[in-house]
C-alpha cells in the first residue's frame, strides 16, 4: 500500500469480516435463515475482497524490469476490479438466487426450522452484534481516510479517489451494514408474522444491494483500470508552476496519466522564449522540472518538450 494508513483500513475490516462470517454462518445452522445465509456469503466474499487487496498491493511494488519499464503499479487497479467482480457474482447473484429458491420452499409447504426453533434468537443477537462491530468498523475507516478527503465531501472523496482501495472499503462496509440489517428485518418480520416469505424477502434484497455496490466498484475501478489523469486541482497547480518559470512563456500541450496511486506521469509542451540559446533551454527545462515535482510530488515521470515561441 501507499501508506500505512490504507493497510490498516484494509486489515481491520479483513478481521472484522473473519469473525462476522463465523458466527453467521453458526446462527444459519441453528435457523436455516436464507437472508443470514446471503450475509454470510456476503462475508466469505468480503474476505476474499480484502486478500485480494492485500495481495494486489504487495505485487503492485514490484520493481520494473525491460517486460515492465513503467513498473506494476497498475496492479493495484486490476486487483481492485477483480473485487467488484466477486461482490457481483459470489455475493449478488448468489444472494437472489438464495432468495428465489428460499420462496420457492415456501410455496412448496417447507418454511423452514426458522419459525419453529426456539433458538431463532440467536441469529438476531449474532447480527445485532455484527451491526455494533461493523460500526465501529466503519468508523474507524472514516477516521483513516479522513486526513486524505480534506475539506472533499464524502461522495466527492471516493469519486476523486486514485488509491483503489479508499472506495472499495468503503462501500464494502457501507454494503455490510446495510445487509446486516436486511438479514435481521428479514429474520425478526418472519417470526412476528409467521411468514417466512420475509426471510426470502430479506435474501434478495440483499442480492439487488450487492448488484448495485458492484456496479458502482466495476464503474470506479474500471475507470482507473483504463487510465485516470490527474485531479483537476493538480494539473492547475502543475500547469501554473510551468507556466511561472522564467523562460516559459506558455504551455501548449498537457497529458497526465496515473501509472498507479502515487505514481503519475506528466506529459507537457512548454513554449519558450525564443531569444533562448540552446544551454538556456536545457536550463529552463531543468528547472521547471525541479519547480513541478516541489509542488506535486506524485510526479515521477516527467516529459517536458520544448518549442520555440513566436520571434518578438
Not at 77 to 99: I, K, N, P, R
Not at 244 to 264: C, I, Q, Y
Request: hydrophobic share 45%; proline share 3%; net charge positive.
Amino acid at each position: 500500500m501507499s501508506s500505512r494508513g490504507t493497510t490498516k483500513t484494509v486489515v481491520v475490516a479483513l478481521g472484522t469480516h473473519t469473525i462476522d462470517c463465523g458466527l453467521k454462518f453458526f446462527g444459519f445452522a441453528l435457523t436455516g435463515s436464507a437472508s443470514l445465509l446471503s450475509s454470510a456469503v456476503h462475508s466469505i466474499c468480503s474476505i476474499t475482497d480484502q486478500i485480494a487487496l492485500l495481495t494486489g498491493s504487495k505485487m503492485s511494488s514490484r520493481k520494473a524490469d525491460d517486460n515492465h519499464p513503467f513498473g506494476y503499479a497498475r496492479e493495484r487497479y486490476v486487483f481492485a476490479f477483480l473485487v467488484s467482480l466477486m461482490v457481483f457474482t459470489l455475493g449478488g447473484l448468489f444472494a437472489l438466487w438464495q432468495g428465489y429458491s428460499k420462496a420457492r420452499d415456501v410455496a412448496a409447504g417447507h418454511p423452514g426450522k426458522l419459525l419453529t426453533s426456539s433458538l431463532w434468537w440467536v441469529p438476531v443477537v449474532i447480527l445485532v452484534g455484527n451491526l455494533i462491530s461493523q460500526s465501529f468498523n466503519f468508523r474507524s475507516v472514516q477516521h483513516t481516510l479522513h486526513i486524505k478527503k480534506g475539506n472533499k465531501s464524502w461522495l466527492r472523496f471516493l469519486s476523486s479517489a486514485k488509491e483503489p482501495e479508499h472506495p472499495v472499503v468503503m462501500l464494502e462496509t457501507i454494503g455490510s451494514l446495510t445487509n446486516n440489517s436486511l438479514a435481521l428485518l428479514g429474520i425478526v418480520i418472519s417470526r412476528v408474522t409467521q411468514n417466512s416469505y420475509f426471510d426470502a424477502l430479506g435474501s434478495a434484497l440483499i442480492g439487488l444491494s450487492l448488484v448495485g455496490l458492484s456496479i458502482m466498484m466495476m464503474r470506479k475501478t474500471w475507470s482507473m483500470l483504463i487510465g485516470e489523469g490527474a485531479s483537476r486541482a493538480s494539473l492547475a497547480r502543475v500547469r501554473a508552476c510551468l507556466a511561472a518559470t522564467d523562460g516559459v512563456t506558455s504551455v501548449k500541450r498537457f497529458k497526465s496519466l496515473h501509472m498507479g496511486p502515487d505514481e503519475l506521469m506528466v506529459v507537457a509542451k512548454i513554449e519558450i522564449d525564443p531569444d533562448k540559446t540552446v544551454d538556456d533551454v536545457s536550463t529552463i527545462i531543468g528547472r521547471a522540472g525541479q519547480a513541478v515535482r516541489r509542488v506535486e510530488p506524485a510526479i515521477n515521470r516527467l516529459y517536458l518538450e520544448p518549442a520555440k515561441g513566436p520571434a518578438s
